[in-house]
């Protein structure tokens, strides 16, 4: 019998890594699950790219500067390059958003582990979707290098849960996620801030998910079925984005048409934005922001409905518009920097706590 290859042992270290971090993330009664992810999913990552390293016979001992020809040790072991370096090699692009997840997982990881004791649960849905692409792109980069039998497909399979499924579980979650402190908000705003939106809307680097519940009653069907976008036609994808403008879960059995699902008032949306960035943003930057950036019509004109669909849409019936969390996304990632900021609302910034030009 042959001798298996030397990464084998680094690659199975890997995966088994990758399954109790999510193991740990499941786990109801675990008061830290979410750190406990955090902290494995980085080893997990570490251990995958030594292995294909080795594999590749690509040299990730740190050689000693005095000394080119010999390599660093430490306690008599040889020092090897940290997750971020491994990223640097493996992707060169900086920003790739595979590179990109795995970065911000690394900065997250410690200021969870140093602060921020008890923000556990809210951090873990604050974050849920970027959690979600750190997992899928290990798999990927796990079997597309050393092939589909290493698949945690068979181990990892999706959890019986609420969540999302119920709109009690709904709003219970976005409750959690509003509640996490300043500090993390704006460490999340500031690096969101600086990505290009190739990155920042590319499900490689934060994956976010509209459910349709339905019924199926062929026996060979998956209880849960994953469908790439890449994989969808022309037509699906239309449905697709449809369906993400309109609400986040249909019932085939009770399929019903609400108006305005999903959208936030003008209200809601800039209070969403004033917690998430560091500086002061009133009602006057909100209006000032949809303005600059022409996003829909001002007051009177004679077609209201011609906004952009993306960030803003007009009820006729109430006469009114709701703004969608894409324009508060939008909103935090540029207003998360002084120019941006005064970019964006034609005003310069004021910290919070002090107040600015415009409140005097």
Known sequence: MPRPPRWTPTL???????????????????????????????????????ARF????????????????????????????????????????????????????????????????????????????????????????????????????????????????????ERALIALRDRLPAALKRFIAEYHSGLPESVSDDDRFELRLNVVLQVSKAPEALAIKFTRWDDMSPEERVAAELLGKSGRTIVREQQRRVVGHGLLKPG????????????????????????????????????????????????ALSRSYGYTEAWVKWLVKSCSTEDGFRAVTGRDPAYKGRRSVDDQ
Not at 31 to 47: D, G, I, T
Not at 79 to 89: D, M, N, T
Not at 97 to 114: D, G, K, Q, T, Y
């Open 12 to 50: 199975d270290a890997a995966r088994r890594e990758a399954t109790l971090a999510v193991r740990l993330f499941n786990d109801p009664i675990e008061p830290r699950s979410f750190e406990a992810f955090v902290v494995h999913m980085h080893v997990a990552w570490l251990y995958l790219l030594h």
């Open 54 to 169: 080795v594999r590749d016979g690509i040299e990730f001992r740190y050689r000693r500067r005095n000394n080119p020809r010999q390599f660093e040790r430490v306690d008599g072991e040889y020092k090897r390059w940290e997750l971020a370096r491994c990223a640097e090699e493996r992707w060169s692009d900086a920003d790739d958003p595979v590179r990109r997840n795995l970065e911000f997982f690394i900065a997250l990881r410690n200021r969870i582990e140093h602060r921020h004791d008890h923000t556990d649960r809210q951090l873990s849905e604050a974050v849920s979707g970027h959690a979600q692409a750190l997992l899928l792109n290990f798999e990927h980069e796990l079997t597309s290098t050393f092939g589909n039998q290493y698949s945690l497909a068979t181990v990892l399979r999706f959890p019986v849960f609420i969540g999302s499924f119920t709109p009690e579980g």
């Open 268 to 315: 809601e949306a800039q209070q969403k934005v004033a917690e998430a960035v560091p500086y002061v943003f009133t009602s006057h930057h909100f209006l000032r922001a949809w303005q600059i950036k022409g996003i829909r019509p001002p007051k009177g004109d004679l077609h209201p409905e011609r906004t952009d669909e993306k960030y803003s849409v007009y009820d």
